[in-house]
């Protein structure tokens, strides 16, 4: 890895941008197969970032959704429900 990637993983870790260290190499691969300019380049590394921060954020509604119908049904996060059967 190069010198200056190696500073892009950085400033990408310091910058929160959690997604990014992970895909930049593919993403840097692909880009440099296909001749892409830089501004496409990093319009793809941020859209990824942008799909992965997403994703996370609807997991995160989902599951406090969830715990929420827990608690109102009068269920305790710590406790399963029993099924009546």
């Known amino acids: 890895m190069s010198l ?3 500073r892009l993983l950085t400033h990408m870790r310091r910058l929160r941008l959690m997604h990014l260290p992970q895909c930049y190499s593919t993403n ?7 001749e ?4 496409d380049f990093l319009e793809r590394l941020l859209e990824s970032e942008s799909q992965s921060k997403s ?20 269920g305790h996060l710590c406790e399963p429900r029993r099924l009546h059967g």
């Open 28 to 34: 840097r691969r692909r880009s440099l197969a296909e």
């Open 4 to 6: 200056q990637s190696e």
């Open 36 to 39: 892409l300019p830089y501004l």
């Open 55 to 74: 994703h996370l954020i609807s997991l995160m509604y989902v599951r406090a959704l969830l715990v929420s119908r827990a608690v109102n049904a009068g």
